[in-house]
Each structure stands twice: as structure tokens, then as C-alpha cells.
């Protein structure tokens, strides 16, 4: 059965591996590691690099499908945060990465075959992270469904 952290970790993964590859954004290049893509709550003041991506979770809804089946809808915030730069060029890496996780996602809905369907649900944008610091943010909302089965 699968459980939320090992469908959290196929996504991270999936970003680590794969997100560079889909920006279209000329003149964005924004690599991705270990240290870059977390699943945490964000925290923009200890980034290890200048744009780090935060997989969260918000919550999760269980329906039952049959005596052995249920189906498992989890909802995560992916955050995207940059820095490092004048506010200009934030703007466009940002939203590059942004504008590939959508494309990632609509790439591999399985992510790999962990689970059923993804789909990206909303996007918000935040200007300034911080109050004084040139820093600006993406809160994606993902719902990724799979079957529980016992």
C-alpha cells in the first residue's frame, strides 16, 4: 500500500530529476537538488539556494471504494521561492519554474505510476516573500489521488 510520504517522495523526485528540463523561459537556468526541492514548511530566511521549492501538505480525503479499496485525494502546496537577484529577473525565474511544474505535471500525471492522477488545482503569487528582502514566491495547490488498497 502505498502511504503520503512515499507518493510526497515520487513527486519531489520527479521535480529533482526532471523540472529543469521543462522550463521554457529563455534565459532561466535554475538547477535542482537534495538541498533545493524539501518537503517542509518554507522558510525563506534558511534557503540553501537562490530558488527552492517546498512540498507541503495540507490535506487529505479518504473515500471508500469497496471492503479492500479506498481512494486517497491528498492536497499539497508546492512552493516556489527565489532570490538572489533584482526583482525583475525574480519575477521571470519564478514564474519560469512555475510554468514547469505545470508542464511536469501534465507531462507524467502518474508521477512515474505512484499514484492514479495529479492535477495542479491553483496558483497564487506573492511579490516579497519578507518584508526588506528582494525575494518573490509561487503557492501551487496539487491534488494527487491513488488507491489504498489493503
Known amino acids: 500500500m502505498k502511504d503520503e510520504m512515499e507518493v510526497m517522495d515520487a513527486l519531489r523526485m520527479r521535480i529533482i530529476d526532471s523540472l529543469s528540463s521543462f522550463i521554457r523561459e529563455p534565459g532561466v537556468a535554475v538547477t535542482l537538488d537534495e538541498r533545493s526541492v ?21 490535506w487529505e480525503n479518504i473515500e471508500e471504494l469497496s471492503v ?5 485525494t491528498l492536497r499539497l502546496s508546492v512552493y516556489i521561492v527565489c532570490k ?11 514564474f519560469a519554474l512555475w510554468s ?10 502518474s508521477i512515474g505510476g505512484v499514484v492514479a ?26 491534488e494527487l489521488q491513488w488507491a489504498r488498497e489493503d
Open 38 to 58: 524539501l518537503i517542509d514548511f518554507p522558510d525563506p530566511d534558511n534557503m540553501a539556494r537562490d530558488s527552492v521549492v517546498w512540498i507541503t501538505p495540507d
Open 68 to 72: 479492500a479499496t479506498d481512494v486517497s
Open 84 to 94: 538572489g537577484a533584482p526583482s525583475a529577473q525574480l519575477v521571470r525565474r519564478a
Open 100 to 109: 514547469a511544474l505545470y508542464l511536469l505535471v501534465d507531462d507524467d500525471r
Open 117 to 142: 492522477h495529479t492535477r495542479v488545482t491553483d496558483m497564487d503569487y506573492y511579490p516579497s516573500v519578507a518584508a526588506g528582502r528582494t525575494q518573490v514566491g509561487i503557492e501551487a495547490s496539487l
